[in-house]
């Protein structure tokens, strides 16, 4: 089953152009939501997630509009693949069912991980310069021994 997913941000934004695409792209189902990116949990979402079987097809219309970041864009698509489970992205032409949309989310995952790394090395490198300026980390002391 071929299933499509469509977010907008604000209550201002329509839905319509993206609800065309997903209908135009064969989704049989649709599931769409008004909410921010940036929450983890939105409702249509999880319901959309949760319906998919082995075999089936998410599509989305955007790649922002299934996840804010890449690390949770990586999250989700890894997990769809591991059930057995397409993705194709409309606007950006990516289709994980064959060899090359496969390639491109192996490299996004790769990206995913060097910029975790990098923000570890620059976090114990800031901590590691403020101890050499003598400031001590956690939070103050409290007034009192109780």
Request: a positive charge; hydrophobic letters at 40%.
């Amino acid at each position: 089953m071929i299933i499509g997913y469509a977010r907008v941000s604000t209550q201002d934004q329509n839905p319509q152009l993206q609800l065309d695409a997903l209908g135009v792209a064969g989704c049989e189902q649709v599931f769409h939501e008004k909410a921010t990116g940036k929450l983890r949990e939105r409702v249509e979402l999880t319901a959309c997630l949760r319906s998919m079987r082995k075999g089936d097809t998410l599509v989305v219309w955007k790649l922002d509009r299934l996840a804010r970041s890449l690390k949770d864009l990586v999250e989700i698509i890894h997990d769809l693949d591991k059930r057995e489970i397409g993705f194709r992205s409309l606007t950006e032409s990516i289709d994980t069912t064959s060899a090359g949309g496969r390639l491109v989310f192996h490299l996004f995952g790769a990206l995913a991980e060097f910029e975790h790394a990098l923000i570890q090395e620059r976090t114990k490198a800031g901590l590691a310069a403020a101890r050499a300026r003598g400031r001590k980390g956690g939070r103050k002391p409290s007034l009192s021994p109780t």
